[in-house]
């Protein structure tokens, strides 16, 4: 499903993958990962962020944001973005790739732009502010060992002005302080359960930050991260922010 909201267009392609298109740039957030491009991937439940097509390749991406090494996939990146693209990546994906073997971001054959965890930063004429993203180590979001799934200072969130209009995806991330005082029109928060805001954390979120839109994401591409949205949905609605769910 395309969703068009004040200019854009916007689709969520599975997992944390989202596309936002204006009438001159397109922008990327964490692409692939997990066959969510390649048609290898199988949703846990049926028609929620279904890839447009089994072999997703556009090539036609301006620029490509990636949160964190979870969401780092070259293979993605190349499938998204064309040819003098653009990445904006977190500063710490580098120290992590030896971990999961994947190649550093300098291999990548297109200019790379590191930002930290509170930073901002203009390409092809697009703000773009990373804001922190981390679960909290005495938080819901932790190992059975207590350790955060994403500690502090493993990633980011973007918020992004393509032509005017600030969408903002918090990435892998508990709800922080930081979070409730920006203002953005179009809020994609994750909704999963295990590692991320729950869908009850981000309703709450969406009430506080009043956007013109929510579009929830990155839920039910595994059975840990099942999530009922369309009970998010009616939490958002009843605060009186409009929804959307990208679900067929």
Not at 35 to 53: K, M, Q, Y
Not at 99 to 109: G, Q, T
Not at 196 to 214: C, F, K, N, Q, Y
Not at 216 to 242: C, I, K, M, Q, W
Request: negative net charge; proline residues 9%.
């Amino acid at each position: 499903m395309t969703v068009r909201h004040d200019g854009l267009t916007v689709d969520w392609l599975g997992y944390a993958t989202l596309r936002f298109a204006g009438d001159d740039t397109v922008v990327y957030v964490d692409p692939g990962r997990y066959g969510v491009l390649t048609g290898e991937w199988e949703p846990h439940t049926d028609g929620i962020g279904h890839p447009p097509s089994s072999d997703y390749r556009p090539e036609d991406g301006d620029i490509v944001c990636v949160t964190h090494v979870h969401h780092y996939d070259p293979d993605g990146i190349e499938r998204v973005a064309s040819e003098d693209a653009t990445i904006v990546a977190y500063e710490g994906i580098d120290e992590r790739v030896g971990d999961r073997d994947l190649p550093p971001l300098s291999s990548l054959p297109y200019d790379v732009v590191e930002v930290g965890m509170k930073s901002q930063t203009t390409v092809e004429d697009v703000p773009i502010w990373s804001t922190p993203a981390y679960n909290e180590p005495d938080g819901r979001h932790t190992l059975p060992d207590g350790t955060p799934y994403h500690p502090e200072g493993f990633g980011c969130g973007f918020m992004i002005a393509v032509e005017g209009t600030r969408a903002f995806y918090p990435g892998d991330s508990d709800v922080l302080p930081g979070h409730r005082t920006l203002e953005v029109s179009l809020l994609c928060p994750p909704i999963g359960p295990r590692a991320t805001m729950d869908r009850h954390e981000a309703a709450s979120l969406a009430a506080t930050i009043d956007p013109d839109l929510v579009m929830p994401v990155h839920y039910n591409t595994f059975s840990n991260l099942e999530a009922d949205s369309r009970e998010f949905a009616a939490d958002v609605a009843e605060a009186g922010v409009p929804v959307v769910l990208d679900e067929q």
